[in-house]
């Protein structure tokens, strides 16, 4: 079945405690995306990446890393997360269409992050 | 630089009357355009998309948008609500290129019966 899976779904940590959210695809796509979605401010892109070794900041990457080493794979880092990063987390992956231009997205079905 | 505005942040219908949600954008480039429904707890799913090839675009669950250029929009319709239409709308515009995508806040449709 095709999807992009999420680990964790949810996850409650502690300020300054460094973590990792994984996001895999099984779709060879190129195109793979994470956003942060906040009540009242819809999904904000953090970080996307155009194919293995190519990444790019999104609207609000401050206090994020993320990685592109294999192409199925985009984990999000948080190296010392703190309280206003609580939120719910999504990756998406696409292909690529002719020029660079983008197709539907696939989602992730989330990650709920509390930090305290 | 691209922008979406989604013009309701909440709208209320009766079931079996139409639905309009209103999405404009502002984009340098001639964009991409796609609307996604997130039903409670889920993740998001691609409704429709408009890539050029036809202004009328009709997705799954009765929806479609209209692409007009000179008025900058791609409003989302339905003839006749349904209750398992409710659930969070969002446009999302893509610039291409270096661009990225670019969601609007998004739109709650409540179904009242």
């Known amino acids: 079945e095709a999807q992009v899976t999420q680990n964790p779904r949810y996850l409650i940590t502690v300020t300054g405690k460094k973590l990792t959210v994984t996001c895999s695809q099984n779709m060879n796509h190129e195109y793979m995306s994470w956003y942060r979605q906040d009540p009242g401010l819809g999904l904000r892109q953090i970080y996307y990446s155009m194919n293995v070794e190519v990444t790019d900041k999104g609207d609000v990457p401050e206090g994020y890393k993320v990685s592109r080493k294999e192409k199925r794979n985009f984990p999000l880092i948080l190296e010392s997360p703190s309280p206003n990063q609580t939120s719910l987390y999504f990756c998406?992956?696409?292909?690529?269409?002719?020029?660079?231009?983008?197709?539907?997205?696939?989602f992730g079905p989330g990650t709920r992050l509390t930090v305290l | 630089a691209q922008s979406v505005t989604q013009l309701d942040s909440h709208v209320s219908v009766s079931e079996g009357t139409p639905v309009l949600l209103r999405c404009n954008y502002s984009s340098s480039y001639s964009p991409s355009l796609f609307w996604y429904v997130q039903h409670p707890n889920k993740g998001l799913q691609l409704l429709l998309k408009y890539t050029s090839a036809a202004t009328l675009v009709k997705g799954i669950n009765g929806f479609e948008a209209e692409f007009k250029k000179s008025e900058t929009s791609f409003h989302l319709t339905k003839p006749s609500a349904h209750m398992s239409d409710a659930a969070e709308y969002f446009c999302?515009?893509?610039?291409?290129?270096?661009?990225?995508?670019?969601f609007g806040k998004g739109t709650h449709l409540i179904i009242q019966p």
């Open positions: 999302v515009g893509a610039g291409g290129g270096a661009d990225g995508l670019t």
């Open positions: 998406a992956s696409s292909l690529l269409g002719a020029s660079g231009s983008y197709n539907e997205q696939f």
